[in-house]
């Protein structure tokens, strides 16, 4: 029971921390950002409009609205491209983070690794000069007696 209930609370652990960094990563880029949202409705809204009123109003000429309406649409493109471009620069971010500590790791592990290998050589060699002095004590043991 007592491993059940670890693996549950490990489990929950995992999917909070999994909700966590798709909340950052969504903040930065994400497909379902606020942010994304509200400015892409508010050039949309523009667009219309500026379409409005220069074809079914006629209030602006419709060569000027078809150039307003181009230029909203290329700033669009515009910020897209730099939210684009954040998100890929967030997730090198983690990467390169990630290669880091990985790295890290990696040379703490050699180190242990050749920390181990010393010190087995070490208990290797104490226990030799144990056989071989144990050998030297029956040697001695039998030729005393």
Same mark, same amino acid.
């Given at each position: 029971? +007592? ?21 950052? $990563?969504?903040?930065? +880029? +994400? ?17 219309? $409009?500026?379409?409005?009123l220069? $074809?079914a ?12 309406? #181009?230029?909203? +649409?290329i700033?669009? #493109? ?31 592990? !050699? ?8 010190g087995?050589?070490?208990? $290797?060699s #104490?226990? !030799? ?16 007696n």
């Amino acid at each position: 029971m +007592g491993q059940e209930e670890y693996l549950k609370e490990l489990k929950t652990g995992l999917q909070t921390e999994k909700d966590r960094i798709q909340g950052i $990563v969504g903040e930065v +880029g +994400g497909k379902n950002n606020a942010q994304h949202k509200i400015i892409s409705l508010i050039f949309l809204i523009l667009i219309v $409009v500026l379409l409005v009123l220069g $074809v079914a109003l006629q209030k602006i000429s419709l060569f000027l609205t078809l150039e307003i309406a #181009v230029l909203l +649409g290329i700033f669009k #493109v515009l910020w897209m491209f730099y939210e684009v471009q954040r998100s890929i620069h967030f997730q090198f971010w983690i990467l390169n983070s990630l290669e880091f500590r990985i790295n890290d790791v990696d040379k703490r592990m !050699k180190r242990i690794e050749k920390i181990l290998k010393a010190g087995n050589s070490e208990k $290797v060699s #104490v226990e !030799k000069e144990e056989k071989i002095s144990g050998v030297d004590k029956e040697k001695s043991e039998t030729i005393n007696n």
